[in-house]
């Protein structure tokens, strides 16, 4: 139980593009998402907590205008990066917990590479 | 100072050695400990979570966490090659729909 789904896994794209990234939770229902951002040997960094039906909360220091979050329904949640330039190359990660007093489970997350 | 502070290694231990981890933290409000192993390129992997202080068990892991030391341990025995991978600790206050607080990270290889 408590699978935590992301795709897609690898992304190239030119500058300017904007990428969409997946995560759903397969079997289970999270009021709460996580979206995380790490770079090469380093630990993970939270950008924003994803909340079913309302405004997703925002790290200090994220634009989120730049990183749209959407959590639509309680099994999907959505990170639009907009106008993607090379700086937002990097690894993304999300995380949910199946109920509130459970540990969080993390995505494959998706590898963002921008040209 | 960080809340979660890990050693980030690199800790290269043979194979079948008994391995180490450990974190400090600095707030006294956080209740839940977790313990998860990334591959390269993965994301993080949950191998323990507690709650209290004490040791847990699971297989060749036990977690150990003591509260008044603000100290959390994560032992791996008959260590393999396939346990070779980066340890996060994490902790937070409140499980589940709380932001996660994450140590460095430590970077570990079992040799053949």
């Known amino acids: 139980g408590?699978?935590?789904?992301?795709?897609?896994?690898?992304?190239?794209?030119?500058?300017?593009?904007?990428?969409?990234?997946e995560c759903r939770s397969l079997d289970?229902?999270?009021?709460?998402?996580?979206?995380?951002r790490q770079f090469p040997k380093q630990s993970l960094m939270l950008m924003a907590t994803s909340n079913e039906g309302s405004k997703a909360t925002y790290e200090q220091g994220v634009e989120k205008d730049k990183f749209l979050i959407n959590h639509a329904s309680l099994t999907?949640?959505?990170?639009?990066?907009?106008?993607?330039?090379?700086?937002?190359?990097?690894?993304?990660?999300?995380s949910a917990a199946e109920y509130s007093n459970q540990?969080?489970?993390?995505?494959?997350?998706?590898?963002?590479?921008?040209? | 100072q960080k809340e979660v502070e890990q050693d980030p290694g690199p800790l290269s231990v043979p194979e079948g050695a008994i391995v180490s981890l450990n974190c400090t933290y600095s707030n006294s409000a956080f209740q839940y400990f977790m313990w998860y192993r990334q591959y390269s390129r993965k994301g993080p992997e949950l191998l323990m979570y507690t709650y209290s202080s004490g040791n847990k068990e699971d297989g060749r892991f036990t977690a150990q966490v003591d509260k008044s030391s603000k100290y959390i341990s994560l032992f791996i025995r008959d260590s393999q090659p396939s346990d070779s991978a980066t340890y996060l600790c994490a902790?937070?206050?409140?499980?589940?729909?709380?932001?996660?607080?994450?140590?460095q990270g430590t970077r570990l290889t079992i040799n053949p």
Do not use: N
């Open chain 1, 76 to 94: 999907l949640s959505t990170l639009t990066v907009t106008s993607a330039h090379p700086e937002d190359s990097s690894f993304y990660i999300c």
């Open chain 2, 91 to 103: 902790t937070t206050v409140i499980q589940g729909a709380q932001k996660l607080v994450f140590g």
């Open chain 1, 2 to 21: 408590a699978v935590v789904s992301q795709h897609p896994s690898r992304v190239i794209c030119k500058s300017g593009t904007s990428v969409k990234i």
């Open chain 1, 103 to 115: 540990p969080q489970h993390f995505g494959d997350g998706t590898r963002l590479s921008i040209l």
């Open chain 1, 28 to 36: 289970f229902q999270a009021t709460t998402m996580f979206w995380y």
